[in-house]
Protein backbone atom coordinates (compact mmCIF):
# COMPACT_ATOMS: atom_id res chain seq x y z
CA UNK A 1 0.00 0.00 0.00
CA UNK A 2 1.37 3.46 -0.91
CA UNK A 3 2.21 5.51 2.05
CA UNK A 4 -0.41 8.36 0.61
CA UNK A 5 -3.13 6.18 0.65
CA UNK A 6 -2.26 4.25 4.17
CA UNK A 7 -1.98 8.90 5.59
CA UNK A 8 -5.34 9.25 3.46
CA UNK A 9 -7.34 6.00 5.82
CA UNK A 10 -5.20 6.99 9.00
CA UNK A 11 -6.55 10.76 8.75
CA UNK A 12 -10.10 9.80 7.58
CA UNK A 13 -10.29 7.04 10.34
CA UNK A 14 -9.36 9.89 12.93
CA UNK A 15 -11.85 12.29 11.86
CA UNK A 16 -14.53 9.42 11.98
CA UNK A 17 -13.32 9.30 15.50
CA UNK A 18 -13.69 13.03 16.46
CA UNK A 19 -17.23 12.91 15.27
CA UNK A 20 -17.70 9.93 17.28
CA UNK A 21 -17.22 11.67 20.54
CA UNK A 22 -19.83 14.04 22.18
CA UNK A 23 -18.75 17.29 22.50
CA UNK A 24 -18.93 18.53 26.43
CA UNK A 25 -20.32 21.32 27.27
CA UNK A 26 -17.37 22.89 28.60
CA UNK A 27 -15.75 22.70 25.23
CA UNK A 28 -18.59 24.37 23.36
CA UNK A 29 -17.55 27.84 22.01
CA UNK A 30 -19.36 30.91 23.72
CA UNK A 31 -21.32 33.19 21.41
CA UNK A 32 -22.06 36.78 22.32
CA UNK A 33 -26.27 38.05 22.58
CA UNK A 34 -28.52 39.61 25.15
CA UNK A 35 -31.45 38.66 27.15
CA UNK A 36 -34.91 39.64 25.97
CA UNK A 37 -36.71 37.81 28.33
CA UNK A 38 -35.90 34.60 30.90
CA UNK A 39 -38.70 32.10 31.56
CA UNK A 40 -38.84 28.99 33.70
CA UNK A 41 -37.40 26.93 31.14
CA UNK A 42 -36.19 28.75 28.14
CA UNK A 43 -34.25 31.70 27.66
CA UNK A 44 -35.23 34.43 24.53
CA UNK A 45 -32.03 35.96 23.51
CA UNK A 46 -30.89 38.06 20.52
CA UNK A 47 -27.62 36.87 19.33
CA UNK A 48 -25.26 37.08 16.78
CA UNK A 49 -23.46 34.10 15.32
CA UNK A 50 -23.39 30.80 16.73
CA UNK A 51 -20.34 28.92 14.69
CA UNK A 52 -20.65 25.91 16.46
CA UNK A 53 -24.45 25.02 15.05
CA UNK A 54 -23.62 27.16 11.73
CA UNK A 55 -26.73 29.18 13.04
CA UNK A 56 -26.41 33.02 11.62
CA UNK A 57 -27.35 35.98 13.94
CA UNK A 58 -30.67 36.43 14.75
CA UNK A 59 -33.42 36.41 18.08
CA UNK A 60 -33.86 32.89 18.57
CA UNK A 61 -35.85 31.76 22.16
CA UNK A 62 -33.37 28.89 23.25
CA UNK A 63 -34.50 25.84 26.04
CA UNK A 64 -31.90 25.40 28.68
CA UNK A 65 -29.85 21.94 30.04
CA UNK A 66 -30.47 23.07 33.44
CA UNK A 67 -33.35 25.63 34.50
CA UNK A 68 -30.89 27.14 37.70
CA UNK A 69 -28.80 28.27 34.33
CA UNK A 70 -31.13 31.13 34.27
CA UNK A 71 -30.59 32.67 37.59
CA UNK A 72 -27.70 34.63 36.84
CA UNK A 73 -29.01 36.63 33.47
CA UNK A 74 -32.24 38.61 33.92
CA UNK A 75 -33.59 40.59 30.30
CA UNK A 76 -31.15 43.17 29.17
CA UNK A 77 -28.13 41.73 30.41
CA UNK A 78 -25.72 40.95 27.57
CA UNK A 79 -24.79 37.42 27.64
CA UNK A 80 -21.90 35.38 26.44
CA UNK A 81 -23.50 31.76 26.03
CA UNK A 82 -22.83 28.24 24.46
CA UNK A 83 -25.51 26.05 22.87
CA UNK A 84 -25.52 22.30 21.61
CA UNK A 85 -27.78 20.05 20.25
CA UNK A 86 -29.77 17.87 22.72
CA UNK A 87 -32.05 15.08 21.48
CA UNK A 88 -32.36 17.45 18.17
CA UNK A 89 -33.24 20.56 19.89
CA UNK A 90 -30.77 23.45 20.20
CA UNK A 91 -30.51 24.07 24.09
CA UNK A 92 -28.53 26.50 25.97
CA UNK A 93 -25.37 24.68 27.86
CA UNK A 94 -23.92 27.42 29.42
CA UNK A 95 -24.69 31.42 30.09
CA UNK A 96 -22.62 33.89 31.83
CA UNK A 97 -23.30 38.17 31.77
CA UNK A 98 -20.97 39.51 29.97
CA UNK A 99 -17.52 42.17 31.45
Known sequence: ???SHLLAIVAFAAAGAAQ????????TPMSQGEV????PKAVLLKHGPIANIGM???TMQFGVA???LLKS???GD???FAVDRVNGQF?????ERAQ
Open 1 to 3: MKA
Open 20 to 27: AQPVSPAS
Open 36 to 39: LKVL
Open 56 to 58: DAM
Open 66 to 68: DAK
Open 73 to 75: VKA
Open 78 to 80: KVR
Open 91 to 95: VVTRI
